[in-house]
């Protein structure tokens, strides 16, 4: 009788994870709790998988010999924990698609900068003529391209998530783009089980396998040094040389990898900003350990498109400019945007706290943010830390009405940011629905 596989959640991730496990055999449950998108109702029918919706039947999650769990469903989930107790194990769709794939595989996290580094990687290897897929927390699901596809190389967006369910899973390279507080809801409100988590990317790494990290991100730096890390080690910094990684240099943009040497003016990189030096440093480095020619790297560098919702121009309207930033999801992400505006500031803030210490912001919002315009259903640590720095709070209840306000409170030469340093979940889907909801709403003005 076959292994029998149980996966709750019915995402892109489960539904993936559950095509490649009935491709591999097994015998299949899918179960979740709301409702799964049309797309992928056709992946579990055209594979003959059996699923429900709208709730769990126990009796059918308990019997499984292992489960497969959506990342966005926590350890504490009552299913969860009973079959742990039972000694049944619980993993992620990374782990479980690690298993049956042989491609190479760039794995990349971080608290900010995973998505467009992840992109950018993946442009730089497509445009270099590798067989290359984009999956993981971006693009699509790892087991679903491993059940559908043959390719030689992935590149993989890493959650913590999605990195607390891995057992063997093994990235040849690995990137770690920083590490701040974040999602501490999840970890008990513990820093260092967040950090551990994001560690767990490289825990499996062997001497010969690559980990690229950023040595300026002080959390990361301290746990590489009292970390006992066997593999290639290739740190990239904007304040200072590295030896077998990439730093800044006379506004050049410099990796050297055993001791050859490229190098770009960062006024030629398409992305601009100290957050996306960062990551054209993470991505270039790990494009030269793949020995891609430095031509081919220089120009997917310079005419890559970013990722929507980061840091987008959305329209200038009576001279202000409208830029959304709804993919900064937490205090770090917000700070980095703020801190690259080099004019006036409305700024709309504000959704589901997850532990945030808006405190940091205080640097860069000061003289800087004109007007604050909330948006959220508990704003008030967000005015409190606030208050006496930015001349004008407004709290509103929806998307058309924080850009009325905003559009209202600029004038000529302002900018108008949205970038919320929360989740959204108390009035929208996800980020990407905040985000179009601002766009279409700028676009009405």
């Not at 000061?366 to 604050?372: M, Q, S």
Request: glycine letters at 8%.
């Amino acid at each position: 009788m076959s292994k029998r596989i149980v996966i709750l959640g019915g995402g892109e991730s489960g539904a993936g994870a559950a095509v490649l496990a009935a491709v591999r055999g097994y015998s299949v449950f899918l179960s979740d709790g709301g409702s799964i998108k049309p797309k992928y109702k056709e992946w579990l029918k055209q594979y003959d998988i059996p699923f429900e919706e709208g709730g769990h039947s126990a009796d059918k999650i308990l019997a499984a010999d292992e489960m497969i769990k959506s990342p966005g469903i926590p350890d504490k989930a009552p299913l969860v924990k009973q079959l742990r107790e039972k000694g049944v194990p619980v993993i992620s769709e990374i782990e479980f698609a690690f298993r049956y794939n042989k491609a190479k595989i760039v794995g990349i996290t971080g608290t900010n900068g995973k998505t467009t580094t992840t992109l950018l990687t993946y442009h730089i290897l497509k445009n270099g003529g590798f067989s290359v897929g984009c999956a993981g927390n971006v693009g699509q699901s790892f087991a679903y391209s491993v059940a559908t596809e043959n390719l030689d190389y992935y590149v993989l967006e890493l959650s913590s998530f999605q990195l607390d369910g891995i057992i063997h899973f093994r990235p040849d390279i690995a990137i770690l783009t920083n590490i701040t507080p974040d999602h501490l809801d999840r970890y008990e409100y513990v820093y260092q089980n967040y950090i551990n988590s994001k560690f767990n990317l490289v825990k499996n790494q062997r001497s010969t396998d690559h980990f690229i990290y950023c040595a300026d991100s002080p959390d990361v730096a301290k746990e590489i040094s009292i970390r006992n890390l066997s593999m290639n080690l290739h740190p990239f910094s904007v304040m200072h040389e590295q030896q077998n990684g990439a730093f800044i240099q006379s506004e050049k943009l410099v990796i050297n990898i055993k001791n050859k040497e490229f190098d770009m003016n960062i006024y030629e990189l398409s992305l601009q900003g100290k957050h996306n030096t960062y990551n054209a440093m993470a991505a270039g480095i790990a494009s030269r350990l793949l020995e891609i020619r430095k031509e081919s790297i220089r120009e997917s560098l310079a005419d890559f498109q970013n990722v929507e919702h980061r840091m987008e121009f959305v329209a200038k309207v009576r001279g202000m400019d409208f830029i959304n930033d709804s993919k900064a999801t937490n205090v770090n992400s917000a700070f980095y945007a703020l801190e690259s505006m080099k004019t006036p500031l409305v700024w709309i803030a504000g959704g589901v706290d997850k532990g945030n210490d808006y405190a940091e912001l205080r640097d860069v919002v000061e003289g800087k943010v004109k007007a604050l315009v909330c948006l959220g259903t508990d704003n008030e640590k967000l005015k409190a830390t606030f208050a006496d720095i930015i001349p004008m709070i407004i709290e509103v209840g929806s998307m058309a009405e924080a850009v009325q306000t905003s559009y209202r409170l600029g004038a000529k030469g302002d900018t108008v940011l949205l970038s919320p340093a929360c989740a959204s979940f108390d009035l929208f889907e996800n980020y990407e629905d905040r985000g179009r909801q601002f766009k279409q709403w700028v676009r009405e003005l």
